[in-house]
């Protein structure tokens, strides 16, 4: 599998986080990658560096967001957007090197992308 930074993602991600209201993403702590060759069906995934890392190499939480090629370069622009709203939305609001599972009590993570998105579209006319 081949990895590359993914300045494109990160653009995106700029532009979701400045439209909508997730103050708690600290967007210089999020890094964006393409990876070619995985065998996963996804279109991205979110990963994180666990918590006990963390604390032993002092260092703070971050994210990475895998957007697959295959699958993801495929999309229209809308859908992307989509996907990484969706990663986005598995971060905690404290920011902590976590990840919100898609659902839990009261919680859909598909019904917030869908709402996000709305909101997102008409901000920038999508």
């Given amino acids: 599998m081949d990895w590359e930074e993914a300045k494109d993602v990160e653009q995106k991600i ?5 439209h909508l209201d997730m103050p708690h993403v600290v967007q210089s702590r999020i890094f964006c990658y393409r990876t070619h060759g995985s065998k996963s069906r996804a ?3 979110i990963w994180t560096f666990p918590k006990i890392f963390q604390q032993a190499l002092n260092i703070e939480a971050s994210y990475v967001i895998e957007v697959l090629s295959k699958y993801y370069d495929k999309l229209n622009e809308k859908d992307q957007h989509k996907v990484l709203i969706h990663e986005l ?3 905690p609001k404290n920011f902590s090197g976590a990840l ?4 839990s009590r009261g919680r859909h993570l598909g019904k917030q992308v869908n709402i996000l998105f709305e909101e ?3 901000k920038i006319d999508l």
């Fill in 14 to 18: 700029k532009l979701i986080l400045y």
């Fill in 43 to 45: 279109y991205a995934r």
């Fill in 89 to 91: 939305l598995h971060i």
């Fill in 100 to 103: 919100l599972p898609h659902r």
């Fill in 120 to 122: 997102f579209k008409k």
